[in-house]
């Protein structure tokens, strides 16, 4: 049963990382889902889990990205161990201003990881709209995992509240 619930989030993230973001695009980014879950599931799920999504999504994106293949699947397995180390150390990631900022640096790290490997590209680039794409894709991320952080808090609050309108029986 647990294997089919990993394969079934990598599927899902993949699918809505390809395919809804990538006609639906905030910021004109397409948002980075995998940075978004990994953290998240850091915080929530087991190690195990956290790396087999790290991999196991790493290795689809890379496959259908067509380019840089293996770099997708070493930087989201290194963030996962990053994050599974930080939290095993036992400093506490819940808080929604950390979880941003790693959402950040990771967006950061992952997007000089490209530009670094494709320089001759960039040669004839406009700097000024690379930075952009790179502040707004920071900004998108960060927002996510605030947002499904908050979304899956929120779940939880309400599938956790007793039944019975908060009535006491007298």
């Not at 990598?10 to 004109?28: A, H």
């Not at 790396?51 to 259908?64: E, K, N, W, Y």
């Not at 406009?126 to 707004?136: E, G, H, K, T, V």
Request: hydrophobic share 60%.
């Amino acid at each position: 049963m647990k294997v089919f619930a990993y394969l079934l989030a990598i599927i899902l993230i993949m699918v809505l990382q390809t395919g809804f973001f990538g006609f639906m695009r905030p910021l004109g980014v397409i948002p980075n889902l995998m940075i978004v879950a990994i953290i998240i599931a850091s915080l929530r799920f087991s190690a195990t889990f956290t790396l087999a999504l790290a991999i196991g999504g790493g290795l689809l994106l890379d496959i259908t990205s067509g380019s840089d293949f293996g770099l997708r699947m070493a930087f989201y397995t290194t963030l996962a161990l990053a994050l599974i180390i930080v939290r095993q150390l036992g400093f506490h990631l819940e808080s929604w201003w950390v979880m941003a900022g790693a959402a950040a640096m990771a967006t950061l790290v992952f997007n000089l990881a490209i530009i670094a490997g494709a320089d001759v590209q960039l040669q004839t680039s406009d700097f000024s709209q690379i930075s952009w794409l790179i502040a707004a894709e920071v900004i998108v991320n960060s927002l996510g995992v605030v947002l499904v952080q908050t979304g899956l808090l929120l779940a939880g609050n309400l599938i956790s509240r007793p039944k019975g309108g908060g009535m006491r029986a007298q």
